[in-house]
């Protein structure tokens, strides 16, 4: 039986990029379909308020990220730590990507603001703090695209630090093993990082933030570990198959 996700998108890629590059919601199943999973996606638009009927529409679902900020507190947000409280007690399992991430923290009580060393963007490597089987060979540490100015401030009763780094102390977070939760991006490629940092350099993002990603992500050796973390999503996600 194919494993139906729900994809509950907060956000979608800028118009200048969407052609090219597709939503949020769309690198999403062109990452789990180069990985080898044969997956059913069905996309629900948040932020402009369509929601799934209820939390046991989907098997498992996935939060996007958003050009939105949590601390917007937007009634579609209310609705969706809501929904988000819902499927966790469903035991369905949740995968939260960036805005997700955050939004999902603040769901659970943690404080999730600005941070005080400015934005994350480019190239972000994490320390693994926990043993993830999928990510084995990758000795200890995973490194993919981060896009982000807000940050999870405090850690959540409920969760558990999965990786870190010095930048980002809570940087990839385990609530049981119902929801798993990620500050970076496996659906951004090098290409569309390079272009995303491009299109932003100086509104949103000051340059002096964008120039040294860019100039990594230009490097001959630029890459993501983004296969092997969208192998240890899937494998989370498949324990929808038991409801």
Known sequence: MTLKIGILATG??????????????????KLFGQAGYD????????????????????????ITGSKSSVCDKTPWMARLKDLILEIY????????????HQIVAEAFGADVNQYPKGWGVGLHTYQLEKSVSELSALDGRFTLNAVHQDQVLSKPDQAEVIASSSFCPFAALQYDNRILT????PEFNVAF?????????????PSTATDPALVELN????????????????????QGRRH
């Open 12 to 29: 979608t890629t800028p118009d200048n990029l969407i052609e090219t590059h597709g939503s949020y919601a769309d690198m999403f199943i």
């Open 39 to 62: 997956f059913t996606f069905i996309t629900f638009d948040v932020r402009d308020d369509i929601f799934p009927e209820s939390a046991d529409a989907c098997d498992a679902w996935i």
């Open 89 to 100: 007690d469903t035991g369905r399992p949740i995968v939260g990507i960036c805005f997700g």
């Open 182 to 185: 990620l500050q970076a991006h």
């Open 193 to 205: 990082e390079t272009r995303l940092l491009q299109s932003r350099r100086d509104a949103p993002i």
């Open 219 to 238: 490097e001959a050796s630029a890459h993501t570990d983004s296969l092997q973390v969208a192998h240890w999503m899937a494998a989370f996600l498949q």
